[in-house]
């Protein structure tokens, strides 16, 4: 696995956390990972675009039934 | 942590959107698509850095800036400084073109297709979560599955998304500048 790959997986992997309830220390722990390194904060953003981006798949899926 | 979230905020908005662009113009000047990744990875890394983000007005103009000091960097410490990178340097300096790529409405049905696309256990987990607001919990007992390979097939689909939603800008920006066919990826 390419080392960017392994990141990006582990940004969607902390972003994945982010969405379910999280205790304090570990939204703590995962906003340091985000600091540690402009990359970490680069592939995190990716993750969360991608996220924001299917928003509005409910609707649409609304609209179908 | 608020100046993470505003920074957060402020890439995801004013930077990332013009990714595509810059790909797209990256691929007429760089030789190969490694080199592409690497110039554009470097320059949102840079972007994001910036101690003065909170003062850019213009996000794009300030990504290109990056990606040609990167760029006319690069050739100086190869010894391939020529007219013709002279000429793509300026005019990456100078670009004043106003393309987004995509509509958000054409950025969400190509992100349809990429879901539709995705490994079936990452799309089916995707789905519920995003769609249907299922909990992962429910998610988990619904698939039979532990809930922290509901978590992994989760990211999993959100990198694969993201991964193809920035092809799909880059694509997006090009059939603007030329009138181009779907890429095989968003099909």
Redesign the interface.
Known sequence: LSS?LVL??Q???H???L??DVEPAQRHAI?QW??LD??H??A???????????E???D??GQKS | ?ID?DE??AW??TDI?PHQGALRARLKGMVSSIADVDDVL?ET???A??ADDWSAIANGKHYMFRIARNILIDAARRNGIVSFGFVADMESLQEDRSTEMGLS?RD??RH??RI?DNLPLQCGRVF?L?????H??GEIAVEMGLSISTV??H???A??L???G??EIEEWGVERERRGVEQPVGAR
């Open positions: 960017q990006d997986e940004a969607a992997r972003f994945v956390t969405l379910g906003e985000i600091s402009p990359r904060a680069v995190f953003a990716w993750a969360r675009s991608a996220w924001q981006l299917t509005g798949l409910r649409i899926d | 942590v993470l920074r957060l890439f995801e990332l990875s949102l890394v840079r994001y850095a958000a950025r969400l992100a349809g879901i789905v979560r995003r769609v249907h607001e909990s992962l978590e992994k989760l990211a999993r959100v990198m998304l993201a991964k939603v920035a």
